[in-house]
């Protein structure tokens, strides 16, 4: 049920776009989006839920695809500070439609961008 | 208004003992989620309790239980403790019922090692 990220890994110079995908084989109800730096806590980036609602960062954009069971994260002209690990989490539909209620994080993909 | 706190944040046991950490959500938030998180495995979930009771759990042996208090405060145990066990275990709480509307919040982990 473990949600799969793609790319494992990516390395950009500033100024640069990437794209993070997270894929699962599983209805979705909702796709989070968490950042964890070295050593610390992961911290909430978005939230995607079906019907096309979206919380969350200002400077970085998601899409969910719900027939595919697929999200994007899209990270644009990148900074030093969008480096570390990103997580996508996702909550599965119960059979009569509503929230499974917790989520299940892929192995994540880290970013490191270079000045 | 304080973050989620753990303790102990680092604990070194030995095959076959048992360890118990503690999670004290934020202030209001009844939904509390265990994770255990090693390297190239991302974020693997343990379990969730919403108000005193277990609502999900992950794929982990019996060993490993949780249980939640009137406060919301919550406990996991490890029994039996194996080399295997070694991790990062993150808590996070949410305020909501659902993880569909409500971002979590990740406590700073305790980093247990066992030899």
């Known amino acids: 049920q473990q949600p799969v990220q793609s790319p494992q890994a990516v390395i950009l110079r500033e100024g640069e776009d990437a794209v993070i995908n997270c894929s699962s084989s599983?209805?979705?109800?909702?796709v989070h989006w968490y950042r964890q730096k070295h050593g610390e806590a992961p911290v909430f980036l978005m939230i995607l839920l079906k019907g096309g609602e979206q919380k969350g960062h200002e400077k970085i954009s998601a899409s969910f695809n719900e027939k595919k069971q697929q999200s994007s994260l899209y990270l644009t002209a990148s900074q030093l500070s969008y480096s570390g690990t990103y997580f996508c989490g996702t909550e599965g539909v119960l059979n009569y439609g509503g929230s499974q209620g917790n989520l299940i994080f892929g192995k994540g993909t880290k970013l490191s961008v270079k000045p | 208004k304080a973050g989620v706190t753990q303790t102990p944040r680092y604990l070194i046991k030995t095959r076959g003992q048992q360890v118990t950490l503690s999670c004290s959500p934020i202030?209001?938030?009844?939904?509390v989620s265990w994770y255990q998180q090693t390297p190239g495995q991302g974020l693997q979930f343990l379990f969730e309790y919403f108000s005193e009771t277990q609502r999900n759990k992950g794929n982990f042996p019996g060993r490993f239980s949780g249980r939640q208090f009137s406060n919301s405060r919550s406990e996991m145990n490890v029994s039996t403790l194996e080399l295997g066990d070694s991790a990062l275990y993150l808590c996070?709480?949410?305020?909501?019922?659902?993880?569909?509307?409500?971002?979590?919040?990740f406590g700073p982990g305790t980093r247990l090692t066992v030899l």
């Open positions: 599983k209805a979705l109800y909702s």
């Open positions: 202030s209001g938030h009844r939904s």
């Open positions: 996070a709480s949410r305020g909501g019922g659902s993880a569909s509307h409500n971002e979590q919040f």
